[in-house]
Every structure is written in C-alpha cells, then in structure tokens.
C-alpha cells in the first residue's frame, strides 16, 4: 500500500500520467481528477497529501479550486503545486511571492517536480496569519480596523459610480445603434 496519495487534477490525460510516471514507485497512490469539480470531491473525500492544481480546468477552473482550498483551514495544509503553462495566468490572479504554496510552469522535468513537490510541503508547514474578517463577532474599535473600514467603503462609492456611468454609456450606445439600424 502507498504511503502518500497525490491528486493531480488536471484535464490532460498526458499530464496525469507523466506525474504518475515521474515519482518513485511504490511511494504514491495517484488520484486524478480530469476537472476542477472531480477535483474539489476528490479533495474532500479522499483527504490526499498533496495536491497537483492546473490551473486552467473544465468545469470548475483552478483558481475557484484553489479559492475553495484557501476558505478552509484543514485543506490549506495540504501541501499545493499549482501547474500552468504560463505563469502569468496565476500571477495576474495570485500575486508573488507565492508564499504558502509552490507553482511549477508546463512542461516540466522530473527533477523540477521533485523539488517543486519538496517546497511545497514545507510551504505548507508555514503558519498562515489569522485574518480578522474571518471572525466576525471581532469588534472595530481599533482607529486601524476603522479607518480600513472607511477606505473600503470609498472604494465602493467610487466603484459604483463608475458602474452607474458604464451604465449611462451602454445605454446612449444601444440608443444610438437602435437609431442606425431604423
């Protein structure tokens, strides 16, 4: 019986069968997943200690899989390498450092897997700060806590105001079609 069992969930057969083929023999039990939601249920059911992410699935993408880790205490200590072809795919949704998992970019060699693999479980030993807003009895009586508090909500004024223009622009646009197109 194997001693680790790593989900790979990725869509490429190719992909899932050259992680197979690349780690020692007889160690690892290899759960695939061909899409994030096959994913995400393996993940639950099967308690794996090391998840392979694509980042780019069918479905249910990487980075919703990924968000779903990272809600829940117990899955973040699970040891992560997100995969990608293009690195700037992740990091235009996750920037870097990546400090509390590894990234690998496709295609790889065995070699950088290993480490990749290695990095990441350490990663995953790292202890994570508690966020205040999980909290939500914490009261805001720090001038810190309050004053974030009172920039978040003006970046919401001004995010809804420039949705109430984009509004106001679409709808001179249609009339404007509307009125070609008679």
Request: aromatic fraction near 6%; hydrophobic fraction near 40%.
């Amino acid at each position: 019986m194997a001693n680790h069992k790593i989900l790979v969930i990725d869509d490429s057969r190719v992909i899932r069968n050259m992680v197979r083929d690349m780690l020692p023999k007889g160690n690892f039990e290899v759960l695939e997943a061909k899409d994030g939601i096959e994913g995400l249920n393996s993940i639950r059911q099967d308690r794996p200690n090391l998840i392979m992410l694509d980042f780019l699935l069918p479905r249910m993408s990487g980075w919703e899989v990924f968000q779903h880790i990272q809600e829940q205490q117990e899955l973040q200590r699970i040891p992560l390498v997100l995969m990608s072809g293009r690195r700037e795919e992740v990091t235009e949704k996750i920037s870097e450092p990546f400090e509390y998992f590894e990234f690998i970019e496709k295609p790889f060699e065995q070699k950088e897997l290993i480490e990749a693999i290695k990095s990441a479980m350490a990663k995953a030993k790292l202890t994570r700060p508690t966020a205040i807003a999980s909290s939500p009895a914490a009261p805001v009586d720090s001038a810190g806590s309050s004053q974030e508090l009172e920039e978040i909500k003006q970046k919401m004024a001004k995010m809804q105001s420039e949705i109430d223009l984009l509004k106001q622009q679409i709808s001179k646009l249609l009339s404007f079609i509307k009125q070609k197109l008679r």
